[in-house]
């Protein structure tokens, strides 16, 4: 990955942040619970209008 894209995956993933509220949601005790979270929140970035290529870029290897 260029420095480029990484700083446009990164930006996007903050922008992401920023324009969702601030509401702890729980995600459980186990890695399913965070696998599910992260799906969650991929699919409001979707709809907020960050691409699946960013997305993918932005959560590789998160686990």
Excluded: D, E, H
Excluded at 27 to 49: E, L, M, P
């Amino acid at each position: 990955m260029s420095v480029r894209s990484y700083i446009a995956a990164t930006a996007a993933f903050g922008v992401v942040l920023l324009a969702t509220p601030a509401l702890a949601k729980t995600c459980g005790n186990t890695g399913a619970g965070f696998q599910n979270w992260v799906q969650g929140f991929a699919t409001r970035a979707r709809k907020q209008g960050i691409s699946q290529k960013t997305l993918n870029r932005a959560l590789s290897g998160v686990t």
